[in-house]
């Protein structure tokens, strides 16, 4: 499974950002999905999963109700809607996938990772 994460960029405290991740080599439609985040200095941490029937999401509390996970099995795809950004959501996003079909907090819960979009939030 290979993923690719996109949609980073520089922007405004307050603005939204969408992030997207595409899997390809196989379907993912069986795997839970999650986005990691990792700032300079700091450790890779959980920022919200879904399961594979998107029926289970779950977030850290420092995104929940302003981040929003999804998934479309169909397009092998996993979006991050992203609001009220605040200057401490900077850092790295990964997209990664479980073999697990249901939700995984841990980062050693996950098999495959992309290789990260940067999202920059100015204050």
């Known amino acids: 499974v290979q993923l690719q994460a996109s949609g980073g960029g520089l922007v405004q405290a307050g603005d939204s950002l969408k992030l997207s991740c595409a899997a390809s080599?196989?379907?993912?439609?069986?795997?839970?999905m999650g986005w990691f985040r990792q700032a300079p200095g700091k450790e890779r941490e959980f920022v919200a999963t879904?399961?594979?029937?998107?029926?289970?999401?779950s977030y850290s509390d420092s995104v929940k109700g302003r981040f929003t996970i999804s998934r479309d099995n169909a397009k092998n795809t996993v979006d991050l809607q992203m609001s009220s950004l605040k200057s401490e959501d900077t850092a790295v996003y990964y997209c990664?996938?479980?073999?697990?079909?249901?939700?995984?907090?841990?980062?050693?819960?996950?098999?495959?990772w992309g290789q990260g979009t940067l999202v920059t939030v100015s204050s």
């Open positions: 879904v399961g594979w029937k998107s029926v289970t999401k």
């Open positions: 990664a996938a479980s073999r697990h079909s249901v939700v995984r907090r841990r980062v050693d819960d996950y098999n495959y």
């Open positions: 080599g196989r379907t993912v439609s069986t795997y839970a």
